[in-house]
């Protein structure tokens, strides 16, 4: 099929889903102002309805290697891959020690990249192994450009796992609490972040603890019970 019909047919399936769709359930408040702003969807027929994490991960034993920065996901520019790259360049060039454990799929061409360095690249990892890697795990960063609700946040707060993050993919991780939010497209500030979490073991700890706090009221079934309260409220 010509590419030309080929994006006809996704506008075409676009603007039929706007038409004929009555309620919009959002993960996040990005997602919600990109629907009414973008699209121009009815800020009243939207609701935000946060994602769910499986609660098995509350109960991974963690045994944090100081130290060990982990970044789950497509290793990709969306994702923030060359940014984590940069910070890391700039974080061995002050002196420090850590290792930055990526997973998740990459292309040849990233992977060859001078400025990643100092990444380690796992691929793609089966569910036990990507346990091993949340529960060696210091901290989790994720410096995306462009998210709606990123679960693997959700799994490293439930993890324990403090979470270094930028606004497009906070989701819902909390600013000097549970994790640190860093301005997106920022090398500098994201190094900072991480070495601040990092070398201050007691903030590192504190925020571990908020982190399951946190992840406790966003498992599955909390998710279940925010969904029937949002249609209920449709329905009024």
């Given amino acids: 099929m010509p590419e030309s019909e080929t994006l006809q047919l996704e506008q075409y399936a676009r603007d039929n889903l706007l038409r004929y769709t009555d309620y919009f359930i959002c993960p996040s408040e990005l997602a919600q102002e990109d629907l009414t702003l973008s699209w ?3 800020r ?4 935000i309805v946060p994602y769910g994490v499986d609660p098995r991960w509350l109960q991974l034993q963690t045994r944090p290697c100081r130290g060990r920065v982990f970044f789950a996901g497509t290793v990709e520019l969306r994702k923030g891959i060359h940014y984590l790259a940069m910070s ?3 974080l061995a060039t002050r002196g420090h020690n850590y290792t930055f454990r990526v997973a998740g799929n990459i292309t040849p061409s990233v992977q ?4 990643c360095r100092h990444l380690t690249f796992l691929g793609r990892l089966p569910r036990l192994q990507l346990e091993k890697e949340f529960s060696t795990a210091d901290i ?6 462009s998210e709606t609700g990123p679960e693997v946040n959700y799994e490293a707060l439930a993890c324990g796992i403090p979470v270094v993050t930028t606004p ?3 989701a819902i991780v909390r600013n000097g609490v549970d994790g640190l939010i860093v301005p997106s ?7 900072d972040a991480i070495s601040q979490i990092i070398e201050d073991r007691e903030k590192r700890d504190r925020m571990s603890r908020a982190a399951r706090g946190r ?3 966003y498992t599955w079934e909390r998710y279940g019970e925010r969904l029937i309260t949002a249609l209920r409220t449709f329905q009024s």
């Fill in 40 to 42: 121009g969807v009815d």
């Fill in 140 to 145: 989790f960063v994720l410096p995306s450009l």
């Fill in 168 to 170: 497009e993919a906070r």
């Fill in 88 to 90: 890391a360049d700039k």
């Fill in 185 to 191: 497209r920022d090398p500098d500030a994201l190094a």
């Fill in 44 to 47: 009243r027929k939207t609701a």
């Fill in 215 to 217: 992840a406790r009221d």
């Fill in 112 to 115: 060859r990249q001078p400025v």
